[in-house]
């Protein structure tokens, strides 16, 4: 199960699930701080039918995903602008085999999108709203970074530690670490 955590951007909570190491914003919730408010799934849809929209989804999923169906993109992208060029996140997902979003159903449910293509799906709430939302998950990854910095960092001295423990005489010159070594036997046999 993906960790899960908040961030409150005008008074409305955005989910963050973060699964093998990165996060990705949930756009339902993004919608909410949309004025007129509307349906998030048709929000959702007339902003990914864009022609801007599939070029930046296009170009993201062809640097991180290896297995990017690229020739169903291009098809994609023809027809995007058209009047009956229709758009749907599962459509996008099956058809090219994107990485970058996916839908989920029931609770904690709704359309999650990898942080870049969250940020850009912000432009289409407001210009304000997506500053806000970059500001808010800048602020989460910093709280993050104090509460598990300091245990990381405590970690790497005593790794550090243990490894200078390990490797007693590694690093002296060659006489001092023979001397090392033959107290070490001498210690030994008794």
Not at 15 to 30: R, V
Not at 32 to 45: L, N, P, Q, S, T
């Amino acid at each position: 199960m993906a960790k899960l955590s908040k961030i409150t951007v005008d008074n409305v909570d955005i989910s963050i699930a973060t699964i093998k190491e990165n996060d990705y914003i949930c756009l339902t919730d993004m919608v909410k701080g949309k004025e007129d408010g509307g349906r998030a799934a048709d929000v959702i849809k007339n902003w990914i039918r864009n022609r801007a929209t599939i070029e930046f989804l296009g170009t993201w999923e062809t640097i991180y995903n290896p297995d990017f169906k690229v020739v169903e993109f291009d098809h994609f992208r023809r027809e995007a602008g058209v009047p009956t060029f229709t758009m749907s996140v599962s459509n996008w997902i099956e058809n090219t085999n994107a990485i970058g979003m996916f839908s989920k159903a029931g609770r904690y449910g709704g359309t999650y999108a990898h942080k870049d293509i969250a940020f850009e799906f912000g432009s289409a709430i407001s210009p304000i709203f997506k500053l806000y939302v970059i500001r808010e998950y800048q602020r989460l990854k910093e709280s993050e970074y104090d509460r598990y910095g300091l245990e990381w960092n405590v970690k790497r001295i005593l790794s550090k530690a243990n490894y200078q423990i390990h490797n007693g005489g590694a690093g002296l010159p060659h006489s001092e670490s023979r001397l090392l070594a033959s107290e070490r036997m001498a210690a030994l046999r008794g």
